[in-house]
T-cell receptor, first 114, second 115 residues
Framework: NAGVTQTPKFRILKIGQSMTLQCTQDMNHNYMYWYRQDPGMGLKLIYYSVGAGITDKGEVPNGYNVSRSTTEDFPLRLELAAPSQTSVYFC?????????????FGQGTRLTVV | AQKITQTQPGMFVQEKEAVTLDCTYDTSDPSYGLFWYKQPSSGEMIFLIYQGSYDQQNATEGRYSLNFQKARKSANLVISASQLGDSAMYFCAMRINTNAGKSTFGDGTTLTVKP
């Protein structure tokens, strides 16, 4: 049972480079999220999706883009990497129907922009 | 807007004792869920316990219990019989039921269990 899988686990980018963080879940969850966690801080919501084809901004969306073409996949795109985007990125998913349920998290991607 | 406040950046507890981690929240929405997650030094996020805003009883999961005081907008986590493996960062989080995209985390409390 894979759960939420993120790749890569680590990445170093140069300023101005682009990359895509991959996230896949196999639990048929409708909601998916991308968070960033700066050192010693909590998680800040970047983008979320309520289902395939539907995405919306979170608290800190600038510098990022997302898409959700399938239920399973929710990639996060960084177009022009900046040092301020150095962080740990978490993807999460949850099933939302009549009741609230916990989110399942990927293992995280540690990104350094130099 | 939703907000989660965890006022204890760091806490220490003696092994086998109980500890309470504080969490206060702010929302105008009447229907929401409150969650606690544990993040060990390895970095993964581990779900601990959930409390719904309409739940009449406080949630319990093994050694974890949630002291939910709705009028005070607090959702404190109580860990009984602390173990060395409980040393970690703990996050309180809230999600609005009618818009599960509205997901907010506190800044966390680092718990250290002393032998």
């Amino acid at each position: 049972n894979a759960g939420v899988t993120q790749t890569p686990k680590f990445r170093i980018l140069k300023i101005g480079q682009s990359m895509t963080l991959q996230c896949t879940q196999d639990m048929n969850h409708n909601y998916m999220y991308w968070y960033r966690q700066d050192p010693g801080m909590g998680l800040k919501l970047i983008y979320y999706s309520v289902g395939a084809g539907i995405t919306d901004k979170g608290e800190v969306p600038n510098g990022y883009n997302v898409s959700r073409s399938t239920t399973e996949d929710f990639p996060l795109r960084l177009e022009l990497a900046a040092p301020s985007q150095t962080s740990v990125y978490f993807c999460a998913s949850t099933k939302v129907d009549r009741r609230n349920t916990e989110a399942f998290f990927g293992q995280g991607t540690r990104l350094t922009v130099v | 807007a939703q907000k989660i406040t965890q006022t204890q950046p760091g806490m220490f507890v003696q092994e086998k004792e109980a500890v309470t981690l504080d969490c206060t929240y702010d929302t105008s929405d009447p229907s929401y869920g409150l969650f606690w997650y544990k993040q060990p030094s390895s970095g993964e996020m581990i779900f601990l316990i959930y409390q719904g805003s309409y739940d009449q009883q406080n949630a319990t999961e093994g050694r974890y219990s949630l002291n939910f005081q709705k009028a005070r907008k607090s959702a404190n986590l109580v860990i009984s019989a602390s173990q060395l493996g409980d040393s970690a960062m703990y996050f309180c989080a809230m999600r609005i039921n009618t818009n599960a995209g509205k997901s907010t985390f506190g800044d966390g409390t680092t718990l250290t269990v002393k032998p």
